[in-house]
């Protein structure tokens, strides 16, 4: 995770009884597990919030890696093209990225934008989507990390990540109560946007956003409208 935090390989100590696996993730952990060995799935030790934390303060997770608690394991966030290595950042997705930083002017002054930085969802999950409007200034957050209930509207850049955010990230962001999601879908040159989270892990509304169309998001009492084609890289 990014806030001088959670970027190394987990090392377990000599004589610990799990294993952290590397691999995909689906949103499940029991499928996990058969994804990894069918005949005989093993048990996972699924790591809270506060355990991550600890982790970290101890040492034992290293800064500088791309990793985020998402259902207790520890995931490698994937930004990179379609084809592409893995653990490459893609040139459009790191654009849009910019393009999420740079909507924090229209926010002001009772929201901004956090670009690629952790939000807290006790027990299990400590996502880092790649921009999130948070109510109130940065400094608001100076003593803790933001919560799920400070967050108006999530966003993912989705290029090899795509099948991955619209179902385990989705499902993540919608029993978290966060009234909006949305997806920046690269290979299809548009924004799916989700609203009305429910505790079973939907969203009640999902609707596609192309170039020429206004994306509407609330931010308070108040209403911003964001040409889609500001958002695509």
């Known amino acids: 995770m990014n806030r001088g935090r959670l970027h190394g390989r987990p090392q377990q100590q000599e004589g610990a009884p ?7 993730w689906d949103g499940s952990v029991s499928k996990m597990a058969n994804a990894v060995d069918s005949t005989a799935a093993p048990r996972f030790v699924r790591l809270r919030v506060e355990q991550l934390h600890a982790m970290l303060e101890a040492g034992i997770l290293v800064d500088g890696e791309p990793l985020e608690l998402l259902d207790g394991l520890l995931v490698y966030k994937d930004r ?17 990225v910019k393009l999420l930083a740079a909507l924090d002017r229209e926010l002001e002054p ?3 934008m956090q670009t690629q930085g952790p939000i807290a969802v006790p027990p299990h999950d400590e996502p880092e989507p790649d921009g999130a409007i948070l ?14 209930a ?16 619209r179902t385990g990230k989705l499902a993540i962001y ?14 299809a040159g548009c924004l799916e946007v989700h609203r009305g989270p429910d505790a079973e892990g939907r969203y ?30």
């Open 174 to 187: 919608a029993r978290a109560g966060i009234p909006a999601y949305v997806i920046v879908n690269i290979p």
């Open 150 to 165: 400070d967050a108006a509207v999530v966003f993912e850049v989705a290029d090899a990540s795509l099948a991955h955010d």
């Open 80 to 96: 990179s093209a379609v084809g592409e290595d893995s653990m490459t950042i893609g040139k459009r997705h790191n654009l849009a």
């Open 204 to 233: 009640a509304v999902s609707t596609v956003l192309r170039a020429g169309e206004t994306l509407e998001l609330t931010l308070g009492a108040r209403t911003l409208a964001v040409p889609v084609e500001a958002l695509l890289p």
């Open 110 to 112: 009772d929201h901004h």
């Open 18 to 24: 799990h294993r952290l696996l590397e691999g995909g």
């Open 135 to 148: 109510r109130g200034k940065p400094r608001d957050y100076r003593d803790r990390l933001p919560s799920a």
